[in-house]
């Protein structure tokens, strides 16, 4: 069964809007953590934002902010202002436990590209 | 900041022989290693999880005897893709979680490809 799903194969955004990516998992444990990843042409994977599943509020680093709504089981990341080199493809990724010996799966992907 | 490292960044070989990965971490230690396999337009999907000093832990449906993990140090963890096919052409990526830090850090991946 997935556990994590992004709906979104492909996204546009004009430059300096913002845009959301959007994020479902399922999980049975209690414990564990949220997370987006960037994955650029050059295929390094590039940590954006994590939200771990007893933070009570959206995690969030300069641009990125993540949209957690826990009973839903969404974690939608959010991008502000984007910018060119923006476009890339975007991974949510689940880790279930507490730590980072823990497994993280990864969802299908989004593929980002920002209209100049 | 940590850093995981990945060699060869690229190979090309012919099928049926053998190609060996490294993955090490550069400024801490890893008793734990996970192998990634990312095929084009495709996510990464886990492939196994290298733990030094004893055997390899295999997600359902990879093979362990065409995948051999060996996690020789605290630094660094190889994977041997033995007898290789043009299926097997991939990107493999690797990662290691810093226990200071908890953070998991990627290796920058290794692109194979199986003439």
């Known amino acids: 069964a997935q556990k994590i799903t992004q709906t979104q194969p492909g996204m546009f955004v004009q430059e300096k809007e913002a845009v959301t990516l959007d994020c479902t998992y399922d999980t049975s444990d209690q414990s564990y953590g949220l997370f987006w990843y960037k994955q650029p042409s050059s295929g390094e994977m590039i940590f954006l934002i994590y939200?771990?599943?007893?933070?009570?509020q959206n995690a969030t680093e300069g641009r990125y902010s993540l949209n957690f709504q826990k009973a839903r089981k969404s974690a939608n990341l959010v991008i502000s202002a984007s910018q060119l080199g923006d476009s890339a493809m975007y991974f949510c990724?689940?880790?279930?436990?507490?730590?980072?010996?823990?497994?993280?799966?990864f969802g299908p992907g989004t593929s980002l590209s920002v209209i100049p | 900041g940590a850093v995981v490292s990945q060699h060869p960044s690229w190979v090309i070989c012919k099928s049926g022989t053998s190609v060996k990965i490294e993955c090490r971490s550069l400024d801490f230690q890893a008793t734990t290693m996970f192998w990634y396999r990312q095929f084009p337009k495709q996510s990464l999907m886990l492939m196994a999880t290298s733990n030094e000093g004893s055997k390899a832990t295999y997600e359902q449906g990879v093979e362990k005897d065409k995948f051999l993990i060996n996690h020789a140090s605290l630094t660094l963890s190889t994977l041997t893709v033995t007898s290789a096919h043009p299926e097997d052409s991939s990107f493999y990526i690797c990662?290691?979680?810093?226990?200071?830090?908890?953070?998991?850090?990627f290796g920058p991946g290794t692109r194979l490809t199986v003439l």
């Open positions: 939200q771990g599943s007893y933070d009570e």
């Open positions: 990724a689940m880790r279930e436990g507490e730590t980072s010996y823990d497994k993280v799966i």
């Open positions: 990662s290691a979680p810093d226990s200071w830090t908890d953070t998991q850090y």
